[in-house]
């Protein structure tokens, strides 16, 4: 009987106090990536399944929504000519692909909007959230590991170098911490900043 109650304090001692990773790797209940706290409520409100990951800023959801990222660009995979369309991959398309995929494909997301809901595409334009896994392995640097145990999807692909700031008015709400994220990849030369042996 003991064993169940030490396993029942673990579980509650777990749940009430945040963790970190001295690797500076796993952050757990901070959310304070950039200087800005950011606290993400919990629900299903606004909640979609993922049906396919278009590209590395663009999702598809079971209901036949496509999704655009608010804030972000990742490179492009295909290039259109006339009205056919061509797989042409800029540098670290594929990567941001398969990183969108990995995060968010098949799997329930959730979508805050901002000022405007819709790009003159008709796509629905949203901040993307992904729930993580409470003991999971995750290694995502404490910027994006919020509060609500999502991983903010826009965020992290700008941190990991393998997407750009995209500020279009008036969808500027995280505009500050994507500028900062960016130029933190940046400086750290990941992704898109790599440095390439041509």
Known sequence: MKGNYDALFLILFLISTP??????????????????????????????????????DTIELENGEKVRYIGI???????RVGEAWFYDPEPYATEATQENQALVEGKKVRLEFDRERRDPYGRLLAYVYVPIA???????????????HEIFV??????????RPLLVPPNVRYADRFK???????????????????
Request: net charge positive.
């Open 154 to 163: 826009n965020a992290l692909l700008l941190q990991k170098g393998l997407a």
């Open 19 to 56: 963790l970190s990773h001295a690797g500076g790797k796993l952050y757990y209940g901070t959310g304070e990536g950039a200087g800005v706290k950011v606290s993400i409520p919990l629900g299903e409100k606004n909640s979609f399944r993922v049906r396919h990951v278009v590209d590395g």
């Open 134 to 148: 409470f003991l999971g392995n995750a290694s995502y640097d404490g910027e994006v590991m919020l509060e609500s």
């Open 180 to 198: 900062t994220l960016a130029l933190k990849a940046q400086k750290e030369k990941r992704g898109l900043w790599e440095e390439r042996k041509e």
């Open 73 to 79: 660009d990742a490179p492009e995979e295909r290039k």
